[in-house]
């Protein structure tokens, strides 16, 4: 046996006995076993102590040279096994050290509050609106926007309204200049309507989301802004019966399977035949409550044909094209939806009555 282990990992050739290999083996095997590494330069340093050409494991290999025959075979396999063993263990650290630095932030903030910041929470309006949106987009129309400032011809002589129209007058409008031309805030989105019929030719079939402005005293039933979709569809052939499957599709899918619509006659510059549509009170059932006045019915929109003189002055053949317009305010349906009494509600920003609506989402 050799007097000391000088020679057990530096090569040399003086004769090895089984045991004396075996030693050598297993301190090995347990040294590498333990082995950890925490970035990837420290599994490279671990490959080359015990892998590389000087390494641990490869110098054990020039040992083996020494090795008496009749004990090769089983030292040999041993060998092959703890360099297999070594390989294997410094992949999984290079792995686990190149994930954890993939993961590691590259900057941290200390000024970063370490409390959890409470997240917001989309308007009740855009939830209505966007839900709209998405019903009529199932039917196939799309969105168009335009300004909010205006002329006269976009927001009333193109949509048929009479020079002596009272929504002309001051007391509605928001007039901003009257010279040379009239500018004002839209007083409804119809004016995106007119804007899309003069640059585009049948088929259009488009709502028209957005904020209006009407020179009205501020109380709980009306404001001097509010929002609005109107919904426009022209083509060959489109007739009253067109639009009363689209509303009656649009009721179900906003208030429920079993709603029922009415549409009474009514008046509009732009639409001829026009109505009001009125939808089945859902607190009542259709049997008369306070909230429907006993009738059994809420008001939800107004709708008709496009009047044929829209449709000319748009540059649209009469003749050849027809179609329905309707226009609903938002803030109509967010109260009929989440029975929201005082309209100045949604304007305040309110946190508490904003929360209400997180189970919305």
Partial sequence: MPGN???????????HTYHYMIDKINALKAEIENLTASTPEEAEQLRIKYLSKKGS?????NDFRTVPAEEKREVGQLLNQLKNMATEKIN?????AASTADNAPADIDLTRTATRLPL??????????????D??????????????????WHVFSSLNFPPDHPARDMQDTFFISR?????????????????????TQPPIRIVCPGRVYRNEAISARAHC??????????????????????LLYFARQMFGPETKIRLRPSYFPFTEP?????????????????FCKGTGWVEILGCGMVDPNVLESCGIDSKEFTGYAFGMGVERIANLKYRVKDLRMFSENDLRFLREFEAAH
Avoid: W
């Fill in 5 to 15: 282990n000088a020679g057990g990992f530096k090569g040399s050739t003086v004769p």
């Fill in 57 to 61: 494991v490869s110098l054990l290999f």
């Fill in 92 to 96: 999984l650290l290079k792995q686990q």
């Fill in 120 to 133: 917001g929470t989309r308007h009740p309006l855009s939830l209505v609106k966007n839900e709209i949106i």
């Fill in 135 to 152: 019903i009529f987009g199932r039917m196939g129309f799309t969105i168009a926007e335009g300004p909010e400032i205006e002329d006269d």
């Fill in 179 to 199: 010279n040379p031309v009239d500018v004002l805030l839209r007083t409804h989105t119809s004016s995106v309507q007119t804007r899309v019929m003069e640059n």
């Fill in 225 to 246: 802004f509010f929002h609005q979709v109107e919904g426009l569809y022209i083509d060959r052939n489109v007739s009253f019966a067109d639009l009363k499957q689209a």
């Fill in 274 to 290: 026009s109505a009001e549509m009125d939808i089945s009170c859902d607190l009542c059932g259709g049997k008369g409550c306070a």
